[in-house]
């Protein structure tokens, strides 16, 4: 039986293989999105189709909604040709449990799937319709990042966004360019109010996405391009609102294992592919089952039920508390930790990770000894609680095939984050103590070591897609670092670790940078020394 949506009316095929469909009717669902639509999100990838399409899909079948998502992206368009197209748009979510079960739920409420592409006029068209349709609450993302940067790590305009910046609303090539040209359809429309909801792993992400997109919008009326007053509309809280959010919920790309499972189950069209930027796509999501959506409860234009969805609606204070806890201490400096130590190491599992006693015990002890004493608790999660579930249940999940090579993908976009918030807080809070930092320095001094690309056993292996690993490799390779070098390293790592857009913070004022130094000398000469120094460390 082929994944479509003609044979959803087959109901005895899927329920005998104990697929859960969709509760409501998606043909009027789909026609009264296509007329009135409220909800419209960029990024097209697992996270969205696994949690944030879901959160939807549970109003319409409790039937507290009756318009679905539009999806729309920026980048990857293969992805809605060779993924959603042949799919209806329908996605299967797999639910990997600790506990070896898995279930499964077919995703039926996206109802377009639209390639933002300025080459293909129809499709900017549409979108252009659907953001100044006066029924829109909100746009959504989860575009990594990366895709809110305008400038890089010397605070330089990316070229594309200052192309944007120049040619104004018509033609944009940058994620932001596409927003702003959106909001100035709105605004030329009746200046109607709306949400534009940044649902992505970064610190404070709806000041990101306001910053990128008034910097576009204050260059575009500047020069003319466009009216004056864009600039006080994007910026009026009353009329164009950018909550603060904090989700987290691990979704690996396509599992093989997964793909064989459906397959034997009797789903007979269901494919995997790699994109031509290297995503890796299927029309099913594995993922785990924890998932965590805390939004700041702002939205000028009235929103759906969310909380009845699954989401926790609060202040903005209560959001970055959250957020906080989460970005800096309870889960993402550990995924970092354990992506930059396994690639190294050799291993291709998270899972596999928590098995390794000096792995788990950096983790272990780096959350708990070193994160969580600057962490404020939220009230709405317990922050001893939610690290206790990411160390004993969520990363030692064997079933859950989550990779190293995938968490280390943008990393130096990640650290200013997950370890320069945690550094900054010793160091203006608790400056005596910066001193006993022992693992965070230990990760930092691990991610130079990992951007050597040689392996412990001194062999060569390819570094994951990082926008700023190649500068940073020749910053290494102007100071003299090197794998097997005869020297050390202490004394040439000051503008490195000066670099704040990066860290965080210029570590040259923390104290750490002599930890730092050791632990990559440490590392540096010989085969099997990432593994001793990091088991000196968690002994210690």
């Not at 990594?144 to 790590?153: M, P, Q, S, V």
């Not at 691990?250 to 789903?267: A, C, E, F």
């Not at 390293?489 to 570590?507: A, H, M, Q, R, W």
């Amino acid at each position: 039986m082929d994944l479509s949506r003609e044979n959803l009316s087959n109901k005895e095929f899927w329920n005998s293989i104990g697929v859960t469909l969709p509760r409501y009717d998606i043909d009027a669902v789909k026609a009264k999105t296509a007329a009135s639509p409220t909800w419209l999100h960029v990024g097209g990838g697992n996270i969205f189709r696994a949690f944030i399409a879901r959160v939807n899909q549970r109003l319409l079948n409790a039937g507290l909604a009756d318009t679905g998502i539009i999806c729309c992206g920026t980048m990857d368009y293969e992805n809605f040709e060779k993924i959603y197209k042949p799919f209806d748009n329908l996605t299967i979510i797999c639910d990997l449990k600790s506990n070896g079960d898995t279930g499964y739920e077919i995703i039926g409420n996206i109802t377009e799937a639209i390639p933002a592409d300025y080459d293909s006029p129809d499709q900017i068209a549409r979108l252009n319709e659907i953001a100044a349709n006066p029924s829109l609450q909100m746009i959504s993302f989860t575009i990594t990042e990366k895709g809110y940067a305008l400038r890089d790590a010397d605070g330089s305009l990316f070229a594309s966004a200052a192309a944007d910046m120049e040619n104004g609303p018509s033609h944009p090539v940058t994620c932001m360019g596409f927003i702003a040209s959106l909001l100035n359809e709105r605004f030329k429309a009746g200046r109607y109010p709306l949400a534009l909801v940044s649902m992505d792993n970064c610190s404070h992400n709806g000041d990101k996405l306001q910053a990128s997109v008034t910097e576009i919008t204050d260059a575009w009326a500047a020069k003319g391009l466009v009216d004056e007053s864009l600039r006080d509309y994007v910026n009026d809280p009353t009329l164009v609102a950018y909550p603060w959010t904090m989700i987290d919920k691990i979704t690996p790309r396509p599992s093989d294992d997964i793909l064989n499972k459906l397959t034997d189950l009797g789903i007979g069209n269901l494919k995997s592919v790699k994109t031509t930027t290297g995503l890796y796509a299927a029309p099913f999501v594995n993922a785990e089952v924890p998932e965590y959506l805390v939004v700041e409860d702002t939205f000028p234009n009235g929103r759906p039920d969310l909380a009845k969805g699954g989401v926790i609606l609060t202040d903005r204070d209560t959001v970055d508390k959250a957020e906080r806890m989460k970005v800096t201490a309870c889960l993402n400096p550990l995924h970092t930790a354990l992506a930059i130590y396994g690639c190294l190491l050799g291993f291709t599992k998270i899972s596999d990770e928590m098995n390794d006693e000096d792995l788990r015990s950096l983790v272990t002890r780096m959350g708990y000894e070193e994160c969580l004493p600057v962490v404020c608790d939220p009230k709405i999660l317990d922050p001893q609680e939610f690290l206790k579930e990411v160390l004993e249940d969520r990363f030692p999940n064997p079933f859950l095939p989550d990779t190293p090579q995938r968490i280390a993908t943008d990393t130096s976009q990640k650290l200013p984050i997950r370890f320069g918030i945690t550094i900054s807080s010793y160091y203006n809070e608790q400056p005596g103590r910066i001193a006993e930092l022992k693992f965070i320095p230990l990760v930092i001094a691990g991610w130079l070591r990992y951007l050597l690309a040689v392996d412990d056993n001194g062999d060569p292996f390819e570094i994951s897609s990082d926008p700023l690993a190649e500068f940073f490799r020749e910053e290494l390779k102007a100071a003299g670092i090197s794998y097997g070098m005869t020297g050390s390293p202490y004394g040439k790592l000051g503008s490195i670790l000066g670099n704040e857009t990066v860290f965080g913070i210029d570590l040259n004022m923390t104290g750490l940078v002599p930890i730092i130094e050791a632990d990559l000398d440490a590392m540096l000469h010989e085969p099997g020394s990432v593994r001793k120094t990091l088991h000196t460390a968690v002994v210690g």
